[in-house]
């Protein structure tokens, strides 16, 4: 299967019919969620993606994931949303109670990444940091410098960015690439990096339960 992040950020991913767990996910964990199927031989698991780019309208993915459960639901014998709370303030959360469907744990992805729990414990030490993953290094300019209007307005980063101090990096995978893209966006925002090797976290813990 041929994946872009273009495609993932602007239409997401359609089911492909197979299997009897649906995975109704975030785009910007198809590739993570596509690697741990195909390396654990989850063939009973099928996955569908909405588009990325609501990361930056999170008013949108409640309405999107109830549209997503009613149209596979008659299909497979269990839906599974691969989305945390992602800005939703618990609307997310009660439509998928209201629904009869599960959804993975966490106030988002870079939460579950890290491990919720320790995500948690380390939360109030780290409020001044800004997070990155595999998929937004490969989008930095998509998601972070374009919609703030960076790109056009530089001046604004102190605006946006003075009261942050580091930059951490949550590579889910070893690829000196990412790591250089997400050092190099570090010094784009004027924070410190540092890179932590989380791996797949809570994400993969939960989809192994399913």
């Not at 999170?58 to 008659?74: F, G, L, N, S």
Request: charged content about 25%; aromatic content about 10%.
């Amino acid at each position: 299967m041929a994946l872009t992040d273009a495609q993932l950020t602007d239409s997401g991913l359609p089911a492909m019919g197979a299997g009897r767990i649906l995975l109704i996910a975030c785009g910007a964990l198809a590739r993570e969620i596509l690697d741990l199927k195909r390396t654990n031989g989850w063939d009973h698991m099928d996955l569908t993606c909405l588009p990325a780019k609501y990361h930056l309208f999170p008013d949108k993915i409640t309405e999107a994931v109830r549209d997503a459960v009613t149209r596979h639901r008659d299909a497979y014998e269990t839906i599974f949303v691969v989305y945390a709370d992602c800005g939703t303030g618990g609307l997310l959360q009660a439509a998928c109670a209201e629904m009869g469907v599960e959804m993975i744990s966490g106030p988002h992805c870079y939460s579950f990444f890290e491990g919720n729990e320790r995500f948690a414990a380390q939360s109030e030490s780290e409020i001044t940091t800004f997070y990155l993953t595999d998929f937004l290094v490969r989008q930095f300019e998509a998601f972070v410098i374009k919609p703030m209007g960076l790109d056009r307005h530089p001046e604004l980063r102190d605006m946006y960015f003075g009261n942050y101090e580091k930059l951490v990096y949550q590579a889910q995978t070893n690829d000196p690439s990412l790591t250089e893209k997400a050092r190099a966006a570090a010094h784009t925002l004027g924070l410190t990096f540092e890179r932590r090797f989380t791996g797949y976290g809570d994400l993969q813990t939960t989809l192994k339960r399913l």
